[in-house]
Structure formats: structure tokens, C-alpha cells
């Protein structure tokens, strides 16, 4: 990119009243930037020209639309930086779009650099979500389109290579292996249990996948799959072969027909005064996922407008594929493709007429963006409302699309049962919720109950029932908030965002204290806080779920004896068991022993019988 120094600049702060005539009559024709100043200095909007007399004396013509009109009025001075291109200028533009964030301008909702998957390096590295400037040894793949996109690619990671996943700090100071050996997810190298030598070869294995080089896999699988065989060591070959099966399936879904090569995929549809962006990544011929993009103060603005400024705002100062297919050509495109092709080193070529699979490609992102802007428009504004004001409090770099919360509920211990709702696009789904009946804890025991929870409902989602949330919210401070940390890490789970909600003084609804997990300092947010008004409907409908789910098991509890839900126990040996204690409190205060001298109860249903009323072993 050429230099920007030596720019000429102007302005009219000096003028009491803004003379738009005198200023247009002193503006050069060469290519520069033009910021428009309120009355107070605040920047209202940033835009770029290859001719800047004829693109700013345009605003004071008749206004396009009523928003422009708006912005006119409000104008009390303009500010011109001359650059010596076209590209230059747009450079600068969305440089300055980034530090002012004027109202009138397009502008993307995040700003957060691509996630990527990190190798750490040593005998036994790590692989793991990451996000920031790449300065660590070892190496990083990527970019992807979103977390969720990283998060769905180490959990095929996961199950096709053993590599671990864990912290380094929790693998330093393990003594025997976790959840994760136990599933065949992790070969265990914490405690030894495999060589650096087998270990560096599923490390390999891995790197040629996400290179995008995974037939070369295949191929060495099935050379060892044969080696295998030939030794008579079946079971080696039996599981080598499910492995190449499960990757051809992983490669069937990956592969972009007719792609070996680097290209992004962008589709702007809008309606409604709403509009959305679709990225689709495709890397080596893989595709890498999709995201969706929102931009603000997209009202009146045509769909190539909205092109070109994600375009600026996206890819400059990042990563820049071979090519962009586009739906709509932006007006900009060669300013464009000068930019970012001198920012790449490369050639970069955005293209609006694909042929073939690619055309299908381009298609299929227009369609993703339309369904999306109808979605949007069909649901309520104040839940996009709450959403956007929620990914706003907590600094997410997108808005959290699925949402899940625990609570606990019981009768001093009794009938534990453990809820989990889910909320998608910030409203309640309550096809995913789920309860648990927790057994086998002290009662009471509210820390082991929810460990439960959390293992039955996470070990289910690593075997591939469901899906990861992009935010956990946990009745509870700072305590709650570490132990369920510390269950997940068990668990490898180390890239989901936790959030703990405290209650207030005296319980009161409004007071509720936040707590981000990583982050020391609480977040209070006001009490008409949109985003507090979203945790408070998580929260409660979590409560009332649990609540429910207790009342109908503790119900049922007491229309049943405890002696029904024991085999072996009929209803002879009950018949028998009541009459010689004299009804359940007397068989309750029984001891094993005298249980068992009843006629047709062995030792072993006297240990059931007393565990039934008393849950101890």
C-alpha cells in the first residue's frame, strides 16, 4: 500500500455558520476522504471519493432519501483529507469508521479479529480454540467464520484424533486420566499412557487434515489398517477401519465440489429497513462454515453499497482469500481490489457471476441471507433488543445465539431434580430443555447436583446429541461460577462462556450482581437494562422449570412406596416387610440385619431396602 503522508487537509471549523456554497466552491477534484461534523464535533459521517467536489456538492442537491436529509441538516462543518488514490482514500475511510463509529454510516456489529485453531508445540501439544494476535510458537489454521465454527471442528478433532484439548495447567498436574480417556477421545500422554512417538503421529495426522490434505490420511490409515491385519492384530484393523469410515464421512461434508483453492463468499440481502451479511469461508477446498452479519444504520442503503462497506470493513487489516463472489457487485470494486490486493501481496479478484458449483455456492448464500433477514423481521424487536444489549454488557464479539442455564431444586435434599433450559435467538426453546433426577449425593448437596447435571448433559453433546451453547448462565456467584469451571475442565470443555447471576439483597429482582468467568470485577447492570431483563427471563424460567420437574417427582414419590422401585421386591416380600415392621417408619428405622431376617429377603435386597430409604451404600 503506497504511503498516505503528504495528504493535503481542510477545514471549515474556523466558520461560525456552515457556508456549504463557499465550501464546495474551494474543494479539489482529486480522490480523499470528507468527514461531516455537528454543531458539537461529532463525526455523523465518513465517506471516500474518487472525485471529492462531485461526491460531496452531491449531498446538498436534492437528498436521495430522508435519512441523508437528516444528516444534511445536522452538518456544521466538513473535514477533507486528500489522498493520492482511490484506494487510499478508501483505507483511510474505514480507518476512520473504526475510531468515530458514525451514527450514519454502515457499520458491522463486531469488529473482533477471525478465530483460529492453535498447535501449541512440545511432546504432547495442545490443540485449542484461539483468538488474537498469532505471536505464540507453534501453528495456527484457519481463520474460521465464528467460535461456533472452531468449536464444531475440534469436536470432529476429537473424535477422529486423540489429541488433547485440555489446559496446559490442568494436564501438568493430573495423576490419572479424565473423562475424556475413559470416551477414547484422548490417549491420556498426562500420565503416560501413550508414547511421544504414537502421540506425534496423531499430532501428524491431524496437521494434514486441517491442511485440507485428509485423502493423504486416509491412505496411511489404510496402509496401517492392512499392516494390521497381516499381524493378526484384528481389533487394531476393526478400529483403524471405523476411523477411515468416520473420516470419509467428515471429508463428504467438508468438500467444495469443484474447489482446492482459497475463497470467501458474501450475500447481502435486505428488506424492512433489516439487512444481513452471509460469509461463507472455504479453505483448501474445505468449507469452513458460515456466519451472519447484521450491520447498523443499513436503512435506504442499496445492497451494493452494503456490500462495499463490508467488504472495507471486514477485510482490511486481516486475512484476505484469492477471491470474493459477491451477490451484488459493489460500485468501489476495482478501489477495492487495488486495496486489498496491495495489502495481500496477491491479486485479489471480487467476482458477482460465478459459473457452475460455484454460481450453486453464490446462490445458496443469497438464500441463508434472505431467510435470515425474514427471521429477523418476524421476530420481536425487543428480543433482538435484549440480545444485542446483552452482546454489548459482556463484550461478546457476536450476539449469543443459544443460551443454556442450571438450576437446582429440592425439599431439604429430597427428590433432587436439576433443570436445564435453553433459549435460541434470545427466546425460549423448549423442545431442547431437559431435566435431571439426581440420586446417589448427599442430600442437599447442591455443588454435586449440579456436577451431575453438567456431566450427563455435556457428556451427551461430545457423543454428538446436540450442540454446544454459546453462553452458560448459573444461578450463583463467584463459588458456583469456579466449581462449574472446574467440572467442565474435567470434561475438556475449556472454550465455553460462563456467567454466574447473583442475587441480590433481600432477593430482590433488578439488584442481581453478574459475574463473567475470567474477568474479576462483578457487572451490575441497571435495573431496566434490557441485557439484565434477558439473564432475569433465563434465570427464572430455569427456576420455574426446576421447580416444576421437583414437585411432580416428589409427588410421586409419596403416591408410591420406595419398596416398588426395588427389583426383586414384589408385592409378597412387601407384603411381608410392612407387617413385621409395622408400616414403612418402622422398616425405615431398620438396620440391614434385621431386614434381613425376614422370611425371603436375603442379605443383598436388605442392602437395596435400606439404600432405598436412606441413599447410602
Not at 465518513?46 to 441538516?73: C, E, P, Q, T
Not at 467440572?487 to 432477593?507: C, F, Q, S, T
Not at 414384589?570 to 407387617?579: H, M, P, S, Y
Amino acid at each position: 500500500m503506497r504511503s498516505l503522508r503528504g495528504r493535503a487537509h481542510f477545514s471549515m471549523s474556523e466558520s461560525a455558520a456552515f457556508d456549504h456554497k463557499a465550501f464546495l466552491a474551494t474543494l479539489t477534484h482529486r480522490p480523499g476522504v470528507y468527514r461531516m461534523l455537528n454543531a458539537k464535533g461529532e463525526v455523523l459521517y465518513v465517506g471516500k471519493a474518487k472525485d471529492l467536489a462531485k461526491r460531496v456538492s452531491s449531498y446538498f442537491r436534492r437528498a436521495s432519501n430522508a435519512r441523508i436529509a437528516s444528516m444534511v441538516s445536522r452538518i456544521a462543518d466538513i473535514q477533507i483529507t486528500v489522498t493520492h488514490t482511490e484506494a487510499e482514500a478508501l483505507i483511510l475511510e474505514n480507518h476512520l469508521i473504526k475510531a468515530h463509529r458514525p451514527r450514519y454510516n454502515v457499520l458491522l456489529r463486531d469488529d473482533k479479529s477471525y478465530p483460529y485453531i492453535y498447535l501449541s508445540e512440545g511432546d504432547f501439544p495442545r490443540i485449542s480454540f484461539h483468538r488474537g494476535a498469532r505471536n505464540k510458537p507453534g501453528r495456527f489454521f484457519g481463520p474460521y467464520p465464528s467460535s461456533g465454527a472452531v468449536r464444531e471442528t475440534l469436536k470432529l478433532l476429537q473424535k477422529l484424533f486423540p489429541i488433547r484439548q485440555c489446559e496446559d495447567s490442568y494436564f501438568a498436574n493430573r495423576s490419572r486420566p479424565c473423562l475424556q480417556y475413559q470416551i477414547e477421545r484422548c490417549t491420556a500422554p498426562c500420565v503416560g499412557f501413550v508414547t511421544p512417538e504414537r502421540y506425534a503421529q496423531d499430532v501428524r495426522d491431524t496437521v494434514l487434515f486441517l491442511e485440507g490434505k485428509a485423502s493423504d490420511v486416509v491412505e496411511r490409515w489404510v496402509r496401517r489398517m492392512e499392516a494390521a491385519s497381516e499381524a493378526l492384530e484384528f481389533e487394531e484393523a476393526a478400529k483403524l477401519r471405523d476411523q477411515i469410515a468416520a473420516l470419509k464421512t467428515v471429508q463428504e461434508k467438508q468438500y467444495v465440489a469443484g474447489e482446492r483453492g482459497d475463497l470467501d463468499i458474501v450475500a447481502v440481502a435486505s428488506r424492512g429497513g433489516e439487512a444481513c451479511v452471509q460469509l461463507f469461508l472455504v479453505r483448501r477446498g474445505h468449507n469452513l462454515g458460515n456466519r451472519t452479519i447484521y450491520p447498523r444504520n443499513t436503512r435506504d442503503a442499496s445492497e451494493a453499497k452494503l456490500v462495499s462497506a463490508f467488504i472495507a470493513q471486514y477485510y482490511l487489516d486481516r486475512a484476505v482469500p484469492n477471491e470474493i463472489l459477491v451477490s451484488t457487485m459493489p460500485e468501489d470494486r476495482v478501489a477495492l481490489e487495488q486495496a486489498l490486493s496491495e495489502q495481500s501481496g496477491r491479486r485479489v479478484r471480487i467476482i458477482d457471476s460465478p459459473r457452475g458449483d460455484r454460481a450453486r455456492w453464490l446462490e445458496m448464500a443469497r438464500t441463508n441471507a434472505a431467510m435470515a433477514v425474514d427471521a429477523r423481521l418476524a421476530s420481536s424487536g425487543a428480543t433482538r433488543q435484549r440480545l444485542d444489549d446483552l452482546q454489548q454488557a459482556l463484550g461478546l464479539d457476536e450476539p449469543p445465539a443459544r443460551m443454556e442455564c442450571f438450576d437446582i431444586s429440592h425439599t431439604q435434599g429430597e427428590r433432587t431434580v436439576a433443570s436445564c433450559v435453553v433459549f435460541q435467538d434470545g427466546a425460549p426453546l423448549s423442545s431442547d430443555y431437559r431435566r435431571f433426577n439426581i440420586n446417589g449425593i448427599q442430600p442437599g448437596d447442591d455443588y454435586a447436583a449440579m456436577r451431575q447435571a453438567l456431566q450427563r448433559r455435556y457428556r451427551r453433546i461430545q457423543e454428538g446429541e446436540g450442540r454446544m451453547p454459546d453462553l452458560l448462565l448459573i444461578d450463583g456467584g463467584k463459588g458456583q461460577l469456579a466449581a462449574v469451571a472446574g467440572v467442565l475442565e474435567e470434561m475438556g470443555i475449556n472454550d465455553l462462556l460462563l456467567l454466574g447471576v447473583a442475587k441480590g439483597p433481600d432477593r430482590k429482582p433488578g439488584m442481581e450482581t453478574l459475574f463473567l468467568l475470567g474477568q474479576e470485577r462483578p457487572l451490575i447492570l441497571p435495573a431496566n437494562s434490557p441485557a439484565l431483563h434477558l439473564v432475569q427471563h433465563i434465570r427464572d424460567e430455569s427456576h420455574r422449570f426446576a421447580i416444576t420437574g421437583h414437585r411432580q417427582r416428589r409427588a410421586k414419590a409419596r403416591r408410591t412406596s420406595p419398596l416398588e422401585e426395588i427389583p426383586g421386591i414384589g408385592a409378597k416380600r412387601r407384603q411381608r416387610l410392612l407387617k413385621h415392621f409395622g408400616g414403612l417408619q418402622g422398616l425405615a428405622r431398620a438396620g440391614v440385619e434385621d431386614i434381613a431376617t425376614v422370611e425371603g429377603i436375603s442379605r443383598k435386597l436388605a442392602q437395596a431396602v435400606y439404600v432405598a430409604f436412606h441413599g447410602e451404600e
